[in-house]
């Protein structure tokens, strides 16, 4: 059983939108297609992945780098003892060979691109969805039948106000979803205000069931006026109101902010992940962590973090990973995290889930096909398959 070749292309992600900081417009994915030379079905078995929304395609690091050394790796090097799977923390290990420790930014991202691809395959190869396969290794021995899910949206468009904004979100709750979240920061505080109550009044003023996500805007003193402006409401979460890097602004509106804080999808590592529960005034039972596998080396290195935060005294369901893609999903269903986001409608082919699974009352299902379930999205398998 060997790697035969490994293929990448950076392709678009359909979005005219844009948060508090960055406009989605120009941003591109790295896909990337893993062939061995196990033949099922007449066709070579492939394992597919990418990097999820937020960053930028990895050619570069994946062609110069990561590709490499998986394709010059002995065959023994990548399989489990007795030869009969790919071992991922093995893949993981070639991947990052005579990489330097710390500096996690974009290399996190194409190694965690191939490692997606490595766990697609090695369920493939098992003959079972991943989130069955992760289940029986590191959860409870049986996935969730159904995952919570929010709607992520309420974007920032020109000339949109907040009857648009209000219709965007009852279009989320049409769809089936009980929980949105919305962005704030960009605008003044008094019209992120009036656009909070505007969300609230399709809500029936429920604020547990409204999230807010500053993207990083804030500095400390601003991050604190908006926690006081907001707290009244009640809502979900107030989502990283500063840099995901900056552990003590995190902690300082941890102590006048007494509601939910979300942060954690821009840490790209165990050790910065860590660093946060650590240091960052995050709360165990009340806070939740974002982070996404597909960002931050892939499912080998989350499931370090989630070893790590667990020995911190967090539970897995405060996890709650970014990206609203099938791979954060399956981890979710197998792992017995607190559920996932989700982004009806943009990021496309990469958000969303499985065709004809639809949501009800804020839970999604899970295909029941090997691996994280690829060709049960046809937009998304369409792009995999030309790669």
């Known amino acids: 059983m060997r790697v035969v070749e490994v293929r990448e292309r950076a392709v678009p992600i359909a979005s005219q939108i844009a948060n508090a900081y960055i406009d989605f417009g120009k941003m591109t994915a790295s896909v990337v297609a893993i062939e061995t030379d196990l033949v099922r079905d007449g066709s070579p078995l492939t394992g597919y992945g990418f990097n999820s929304n937020g960053r930028y395609a990895q050619s570069g690091l994946l062609r110069e780098r990561f590709i490499p050394r998986l394709l010059e790796a002995e065959p023994e090097e990548l399989l489990e003892a007795g030869g009969e799977n790919f071992d991922p923390h093995r893949v993981w290990a070639v991947l990052m060979r005579n990489e330097k420790p710390g500096g996690h930014g974009e290399r996190s991202v194409a190694v965690g691109a191939l490692d997606m691809a490595v766990w697609d395959l090695v369920a493939k190869i098992a003959a079972k969805p991943l989130h069955r396969l992760l289940a029986e290794r590191f ?6 039948a159904t995952v919570s899910v929010y709607a992520a949206g309420g974007y920032y468009h020109p ?3 907040e009857a648009g904004l209000v219709e965007e979100l009852e279009g989320y709750l049409g769809l089936g979803y009980t929980t949105v979240k919305m962005k704030v920061g960009g605008v003044p505080l008094t019209d992120d205000l009036r656009r909070i109550e505007a969300a609230l009044g399709i809500l029936d003023g429920d604020g547990s069931r409204l999230a807010v996500d500053a993207n990083g805007r804030f500095d400390l003193p601003t991050a604190v006026e908006f926690g006081a402006a907001i707290e009244p ?3 979900r979460w107030y989502e990283e109101a500063g840099d995901p890097l900056d552990y003590q602004l995190n902690a300082r509106l941890a102590e006048s902010y007494p509601l939910c804080l979300a942060t954690g999808e821009n840490l790209f590592s165990m050790q910065d992940a860590r660093n946060l529960v650590r240091f960052g005034g995050v709360r165990p039972g009340l806070d939740v962590l974002q982070m996404d596998p597909a960002l931050s080396y892939g499912l080998t290195e989350y499931l370090r973090t989630l070893a790590a935060i667990e ?5 897995r369901r405060s996890l709650v ?3 609203g893609h099938q791979f954060g999903l399956a981890i979710a269903a197998g792992l017995g995290l607190g559920g996932n986001e989700s982004y009806p409608g943009v990021f496309q082919p990469f958000g969303g889930f499985a065709d004809g699974i639809a949501v009800k009352d804020g839970e999604v299902g899970l295909p029941e096909v090997p691996g994280i379930g690829f060709e049960a999205k046809a ?7 030309a790669v």
């Not at 959860?139 to 969730?144: F, M, N, S, V």
């Not at 020995?311 to 539970?315: K, L, Q, Y």
């Not at 937009?379 to 398959?385: I, K, S």
């Open 321 to 323: 990973p970014h990206g």
């Open 159 to 161: 000339g949109k106000d």
């Open 311 to 315: 020995a911190e005294g967090f539970d």
């Open 139 to 144: 959860g409870d021995g049986e996935p969730a």
């Open 379 to 385: 937009d998304l398998f369409a792009v995999m398959e």
């Open 233 to 235: 409401y009640g809502l």
